[in-house]
């Protein structure tokens, strides 16, 4: 699919002739470990557990695991704020090595502690201290990544060009899910207790090497001008919360329905098993279509949105999502099918992903290049945090209250309603050219 860029041969500033593929892998190598390293965790989270916070609950223990996953949270909005404006006064290039660097510390130290029962405190001392520096890495990486992909590439290509920045977190998804099931398939459960849950996490630190040199060796997009029109972090952040505080709170907003939305489309596996009681095998599948469907139409979204425009590929799919969304959980907990289940998945995460795929390409087209990188990455930090951080707590505590299964569709209806008022005040910004 992106057979018609041209190969950037040296580091330097871009042309819109567009980056190259390997340069586009680059871009989006941090968003795919991210959502590696959340799907992973997620799926050994009760081993995790048992390994690094026992107790005389496993209730507690699961809860101490999930809890300390969500610290990572924490630290995404400092990221976002420091690496964002790095990225916007020294470059984009110079702030993704400093996010995948960061984020292969994170996933090293945890793939590496040694369990409670070895170093007793040390170890869920060492695991926090991984989220942490993973959450300050991942808050900082939208930004700059983003930016290097609206900014080299050509004018008529940007919303695909785009759209690989969300289609990177379905690819991600599929290939924590097929490893987490194969390394389960394949060890004995006590093989799995010991040392197994470590192979995922070790094989996303492998590609870090990778991602090093790609990153080392691609071009940069920010010209010398836009890096020297501010001196500090503070100059960088007060320019744009007063120039350009409105495009900041409306991406906010969008992000935070789309947040939404994906955490609960992610949400479906423990849905299925917890809710629903359906068997684990067909509760997994949910994960991996999911983010197929992720993959595919946030790519289908942003091509689509280079030909008819960036609002209608926003608003409608948003629209579409709050009229599916009871039908759909209605269908799931009405026939107890794994049909219903995939399909509806599936059918909420595609409309999510073609409407957050092009709302991610217009929020850096809106900004100039001085703040592009800040303004994405504190919007997107701020909202994971705020939003996606509790969306599953919140969820699971809707179904508790109301005893109403039904009940998660009416939290992302509400969200999708308050993205589509911000999407409409957003601009087109199909045919203009990138702010300098």
């Not at 690989?164 to 398939?185: D, E, M, P, R």
Request: charged share 10%; proline share 6%; glycine share 10%.
């Amino acid at each position: 699919m992106l057979e018609s860029m041209a190969t950037a041969a040296a580091p330097g500033p871009m042309t819109n002739n567009g980056i190259s593929s390997r340069s586009v892998v680059a871009a989006v190598l941090g968003n795919v470990l991210e959502f590696y390293d959340f799907v992973t965790y997620a799926f050994f989270a009760v081993i995790i557990g048992r390994q690094f916070f026992p107790a005389q609950s496993p209730l507690v223990s699961l809860l101490l695991s999930v809890a300390t996953f969500g610290v990572g949270f924490i630290t995404r909005p400092l990221g976002g704020f420091l690496i964002g404006a790095y990225g916007d006064r020294s470059g984009r290039k110079p702030a993704m090595l400093l996010t995948i660097a960061l984020m292969g510390a994170g996933m090293l130290i945890l793939a590496l502690t040694p369990s409670y029962a070895s170093i007793g405190m040390a170890a869920p001392a060492l695991v926090v201290l991984a989220r942490l520096i993973q959450g300050f890495a991942l808050g900082g990486e939208v930004g700059p990544a983003t930016s290097f992909l609206i900014e080299g590439s050509p004018a008529a290509q940007r919303g695909y060009y785009g759209s690989w920045q969300l289609a990177s977190q379905g690819l991600a998804t599929l290939i924590a899910g097929v490893i987490g099931v194969a390394v389960s398939a394949a060890l004995t459960p006590e093989a799995m207790e010991a040392w197994g849950w470590r192979i995922p996490f070790l094989l996303g630190t492998a590609v870090i090497p990778v991602g090093l040199y790609i990153r080392k060796h691609m071009p940069e997009t920010l010209d010398q001008n836009a890096a020297t029109t501010h001196h500090s972090v503070v100059e960088v952040f007060s320019w744009l919360l007063t120039e350009h505080l409105r495009p900041v709170v409306l991406a906010l907003l969008a992000i935070m329905a789309g947040t939404i939305a994906t955490y609960i489309c992610n949400y479906m596996t423990t849905y299925a098993m917890t809710t629903l009681h359906m068997p684990p095998g067909v509760s997994i599948a949910a994960t991996l279509f999911v983010g197929l469907s992720t993959l595919v139409f946030s790519l289908a979204g942003g091509w689509l949105a280079d030909r008819i425009g960036r609002k209608p590929l926003m608003i409608i799919p948003r629209l579409g999502l709050v009229a599916v969304a009871y039908p759909a959980f209605r269908v799931i907990a009405g026939t107890h099918t794994a049909a219903a289940l995939l399909l509806m998945a599936a059918l909420l995460a595609a409309l999510n992903a073609i409407s957050s795929a092009v709302a991610l390409v217009v929020i850096p087209e809106s900004l100039p290049k001085s703040v592009r990188s800040a303004g994405l990455s504190v919007a997107y930090a701020t909202s994971v945090t705020v939003f996606g951080g509790t969306t599953q707590l919140v969820v699971t505590a809707l179904i508790g209250a109301t005893g109403n299964p039904l009940s998660p569709s009416w939290y992302m209806i509400g969200s999708s309603l308050i993205g589509v008022v911000a999407l409409i005040m957003m601009p087109e910004t199909k045919d203009t050219v990138l702010a300098e």
